[in-house]
């Protein structure tokens, strides 16, 4: 425990503004020599023992902006199971965020979108697909690629209508008949997916 408490003491001894080390915070932008000195700081203190990853070992640079406005959205679209559309160039997505539709057209500001039971449509040229998410996150990249995450998905034509009635009619009359808050929740959880589930058949 002593050598833990030695290597934290000289590794994060604060320093002067003139004299910026790789572990300051004063740091004013990304070092690339950043990790290569840590590692020669950590073995001078702790030689015996290798050192620990930092952040930047599992992150790829970001992708560069480009200078024009792209012709094209890139989404990719994955399920855990499955990955539904791989690099796919489009003209425009339309997202359920919590916050109402969305829509993401080329060159859409950098977002992060928490996605709710509804529609996905993928827009290309005059072919518009459905897909029905339960949720996920939608993440838009500056540069035109939109990474769209979901739990669950299914095309909206192989949704079977007649399902979706009875099984929307056993919530409600769950939610009716519920007396604790944990029954309370997931009769309403069931009535709001299956709600969804008939408004994007019907609409």
Known sequence: MFMFRQASRLLGRPTCPSRIRALCTEVPAANPNADSAFIESWKKVIPIM???????????????????????????????????????????????????????????????????????????????????????????????????????????DQIDAILVQKGLAEFTQKLSSATTDLEKAEAQIGVDVHSALNSALTG
């Not at 792209?70 to 690099?87: A, H, I, Q």
């Not at 993401?104 to 998410?133: C, R, W």
């Open 50 to 156: 290798d050192p620990p990853k930092t952040p930047s070992t599992y992150t790829e640079p970001r992708p560069p902006t480009p200078s024009s406005l792209p012709s094209k959205l890139t989404v990719n679209f994955v399920l855990p199971y499955s990955s539904e559309l791989s690099g796919k160039e489009v003209d425009m997505v339309m997202v359920p965020a919590t916050t109402g539709q969305m829509g993401v057209l080329p060159g859409h500001v950098a977002t992060i979108a928490e996605l709710k039971p509804g529609v996905l449509s993928v827009h290309e040229g005059s072919d518009v697909t459905k897909y029905f998410v339960s949720s996920g996150f939608a993440f838009i990249h500056a540069n035109s690629v939109a990474d769209i995450v979901a739990v669950e998905a299914v095309p909206i």
